[in-house]
């Protein structure tokens, strides 16, 4: 079992950027495929990144592709997503995840995940 606590949301401005993070007790965090997700009151959990055990496969949703950045550090057990170019849309609730099967953009395909934290983009 793991245990994810994402953090380092804030309100910036448009066109800043931001990283979230996300720290995993537990298992042992290399078992395991990362996501980042994201969620609007009353959607569905969307896409944001994926990547694998290590960081030779990570994929990003078209909508984030070339301005957000994933990584992760099995060693710390932590992942991060560095967020550029912010614009207002981005304001939501972004969760980090983990799964013990292939990385996938389906959030049912994850196993844990962390509470949330909360990004908002002014214009």
């Known amino acids: 079992q793991v245990q994810l606590v994402d953090s380092g949301g804030g309100q910036v401005q448009a066109g800043a950027s931001l990283s979230v993070s996300c720290a995993a007790s537990?298992?042992?965090?290399?078992?395991?495929?990362v996501g980042w997700f994201r969620q609007v009151s009353g959607k569905e959990r969307e896409f944001v990144a994926g990547?694998?055990?290590?960081?030779?496969?990570?994929e990003y949703s078209d909508s984030v592709k070339g301005r957000f950045t994933m990584s992760r550090d099995n060693a710390k057990r932590t992942m991060i997503l560095q967020m550029n170019s912010l614009k207002p849309e981005h304001t939501v609730v972004y969760y980090c995840?983990?799964?013990?099967?292939?990385?996938?953009?389906?959030?049912?395909?994850?196993?844990?995940w962390g509470p949330g934290t909360q990004v908002t983009v002014y214009s």
């Open positions: 995840s983990v799964g013990r099967t292939d990385c996938s953009r389906n959030p049912d395909e994850y196993d844990y």
């Open positions: 537990g298992a042992p965090f290399s078992w395991y495929v």
């Open positions: 990547m694998g055990r290590s960081e030779n496969f990570v």
